[in-house]
């Protein structure tokens, strides 16, 4: 339990990508705060079940990734309910596919504030901590869309590029803090995000579904294969661990050799 001593923050983590990091890290020994939308039973779920399971404390946020000061707040009870913050991870993220004129105004300000502000906010509140006790390790789930783009996505492809940026420009700032930025760029997996845009997609590109899986998602990755929640997981987890300390500001693909072209 290589994470005994720290406690972590995932954002958007009551399913997919960020629930297994969730996991992961708790099986680590780590205390996690949770937060993202979904049915209160099912939330309280998975929050009793990280307990249960791997003996340490969970608790749950319902800050609003669109708005600042309940992020601000978030960290601050996250860092006073367990008496530090030592692990963040921004992975809370949303979707919508569109072609450019038909793009709702709408819905570019809230994917640009959930999947790229929300990440500005917490690091902000974050890391005066991690600088104070010479140790963090932050994780962004960015994508493969960071590197390369798809058409009809203008939002999420906008702030997954800017989530790259934000990591780099960050991982300079606490280089000798001890602290470590990374992100993690997946291909397609197969998450609730995933399997929700595929109607929007089925429509843009006037596609079934089938057609969708295999001439959209999964031609992208040579491999053939969805990546799984579990192995991004893992990987967090090794960029939590001591032997990734030299390992900061970079962004790691995971996605099946679809950005080797």
Same mark, same amino acid.
């Given at each position: 339990?290589?994470?005994?001593?720290?406690? *972590? #923050?995932? &954002?958007?983590? &009551?399913?997919?990508? $960020? #629930?297994?990091? *969730?996991?992961?890290?708790?099986?680590?020994?780590?205390?996690?705060?949770?937060?993202?939308?979904?049915?209160?039973?099912?939330?309280?779920? !998975?929050?009793?079940?990280?307990?249960?399971?791997?003996?340490?404390? +969970?608790?749950?946020?319902? =800050?609003?990734?669109?708005?600042?000061?309940?992020?601000? @707040?978030?960290? =601050?009870?996250?860092?006073?309910?367990?008496?530090?913050?030592?692990? /963040?991870?921004?992975? *809370?993220?949303?979707?919508?596919?569109?072609?450019?004129?038909?793009?709702?105004?709408?819905?570019?300000?809230?994917?640009?504030?959930?999947? /790229?502000?929300?990440?500005?906010?917490?690091?902000?509140?974050?890391?005066?901590?991690?600088?104070?006790?010479?140790? $963090?390790?932050?994780?962004?789930?960015?994508?493969?869309?960071?590197?390369?783009?798809?058409?009809?996505?203008?939002?999420?492809?906008? =702030?997954?590029?800017?989530?790259?940026?934000?990591?780099? &420009?960050?991982? #300079?700032? /606490?280089?000798?803090?001890?602290? %470590?930025?990374? +992100?993690?760029?997946?291909?397609?997996?197969? %998450?609730? #995000?995933?399997?929700?845009?595929?109607?929007?997609?089925?429509?843009?590109?006037?596609?079934?579904?089938?057609?969708?899986?295999?001439?959209?998602?999964?031609?992208?990755?040579?491999?053939?294969?969805?990546?799984?929640?579990?192995?991004?997981?893992?990987? !967090?987890?090794?960029?939590?661990?001591?032997? @990734?300390?030299?390992? &900061?500001?970079?962004?790691?693909?995971?996605?099946?050799?679809? %950005? @080797? @072209?």
């Amino acid at each position: 339990m290589s994470l005994k001593t720290r406690n *972590a #923050l995932v &954002t958007g983590s &009551t399913s997919g990508i $960020g #629930l297994a990091i *969730a996991r992961a890290v708790a099986a680590e020994g780590a205390n996690v705060t949770i937060n993202g939308f979904g049915p209160a039973e099912a939330i309280e779920t !998975a929050r009793a079940e990280i307990e249960t399971d791997f003996g340490v404390r +969970c608790r749950y946020s319902a =800050a609003d990734m669109t708005r600042p000061a309940e992020i601000a @707040a978030m960290v =601050a009870e996250a860092e006073a309910a367990f008496g530090s913050l030592d692990i /963040l991870v921004n992975n *809370a993220g949303i979707q919508h596919v569109a072609p450019i004129e038909e793009f709702p105004i709408e819905k570019w300000d809230q994917i640009i504030a959930i999947n /790229l502000s929300s990440a500005f906010h917490t690091i902000r509140a974050a890391t005066p901590g991690m600088k104070a006790r010479k140790w $963090g390790r932050i994780i962004c789930t960015a994508s493969a869309h960071s590197l390369v783009a798809s058409p009809f996505k203008s939002a999420y492809v906008s =702030a997954k590029h800017g989530i790259a940026g934000l990591t780099k &420009t960050v991982a #300079l700032e /606490l280089a000798t803090f001890g602290v %470590t930025v990374n +992100c993690i760029s997946p291909g397609y997996v197969w %998450t609730p #995000l995933v399997e929700k845009q595929i109607p929007d997609t089925m429509k843009a590109r006037n596609m079934t579904k089938e057609q969708v899986i295999r001439d959209v998602l999964l031609t992208a990755q040579p491999t053939r294969q969805f990546v799984t929640s579990e192995q991004v997981a893992a990987f !967090a987890v090794f960029l939590c661990s001591d032997a @990734a300390s030299q390992m &900061t500001g970079s962004n790691y693909s995971m996605d099946g050799g679809w %950005t @080797a @072209a």
